[in-house]
């Protein structure tokens, strides 16, 4: 793999958008560099969204049937997410299940995990994600997504071993420190 993309690459570089030692309600933390690099990150890339638009479009033309729901992640977080439902997923079952496609705008990355929501009432849903490897209904969906996103965006899929790579001196999100990992700090704290 590119050396851009080890384990030690990636923590040196979510240093520069995250405040090390600083919890996200310290007011520190807003006026930190690393908070106004990632905020203006996130605002950039709400702009230029035509190389998303067109990779959504491409997976609609290619799998038609599935359906897509995009996450407003970049409000949040430093990625782009779809959830792509499988087409066994459209009848009203109570059973969801999605691959989901998350592009980082802080390296040209991405991942993909699988998801399944099983509604338990009309209240509470309870919730499943792997990944990789993927269970095997998901495999040939989570290969052409792969490939379209490689396609779209030139990405490179990170290895589980990167994704969970420690990284204690930060907080993202709801992940507290001793608990972040570079998943949270390149794509998302909230995986479902």
């Known amino acids: 793999m590119d050396e851009r993309f080890s384990a030690d690459a990636l923590v040196e570089l979510v240093h520069h958008y995250y405040p090390s030692g600083i919890h996200g309600d310290d007011p520190r933390h807003r006026e930190s560099e690393e908070y106004k690099r990632l905020t203006a990150a996130r605002l950039a890339a709400q702009k230029e969204d035509a190389g998303w638009k067109t990779f959504r479009q491409r997976v609609r033309e290619q799998l038609p049937e599935c359906k897509q729901w995009e996450l407003p992640g970049l409000l949040y977080d430093p990625s782009r997410r779809v959830r792509i439902y ?13 691959v989901v496609v998350l592009t980082s705008i802080l390296a040209p990355i991405h991942i993909l995990h699988a998801s399944r929501e099983v509604d338990l009432d009309e209240e509470r849903s309870s919730y499943q994600s792997w990944f990789p490897p993927l269970p095997p209904e998901y495999l040939p969906y989570e290969a052409r997504l792969d490939a379209l996103v490689r396609e779209s965006f030139g990405t490179v899929r990170l290895s589980n071993d990167v994704l969970f790579t420690p990284v204690p001196d930060l907080q993202v999100g709801n992940t507290g420190f001793e608990e972040v990992k570079l998943l949270h700090c390149l794509f998302t704290d909230d995986i479902w």
């Open 86 to 98: 499988l087409p066994d997923s459209q009848v009203p079952a109570g059973e969801r299940k999605a």
